[in-house]
């Protein structure tokens, strides 16, 4: 958590509310703001299928804006042997999802 904070992930924040932070959010400002060594941490502390699907749902969604850091992740850790298709059948997905609503 420090080290979320010393890299100004919660610039939004209020410093109270972090307090309280979900595991869900934790692992995305992980995978957003810190390194791969960091986000190694994450897979001793929380099983792989809950940092995948935090990843699939908060950050392949952002497309273009997170697609380098999400191509790095569909090969080191999500084990894609093809990332770009990888990444785009799971934006198609999460997009057909969202008109369905």
Avoid at 62 to 75: F, I
Wanted: hydrophobic share 40%; charged share 35%.
């Amino acid at each position: 958590m420090r080290q979320l904070w010393k890299e100004r992930a919660f610039w939004s924040f209020d410093k109270a509310s972090c307090r309280d932070l979900s595991d869900r959010n934790l692992i995305k400002y992980v995978l957003i703001h810190l390194d791969l060594k960091d986000t190694d941490r994450l897979f001793d502390l929380y099983p792989k299928r809950l940092i995948k699907r935090v990843w699939r749902d908060e950050l392949v969604p952002q497309g273009d804006y997170l697609l380098s850091m999400n191509l790095c992740y569909a090969l080191l850790y999500f084990d894609a042997k093809r990332p770009a298709q990888y990444l785009k059948s799971l934006t198609t997905r999460h997009i057909n999802q969202w008109k369905k609503r």
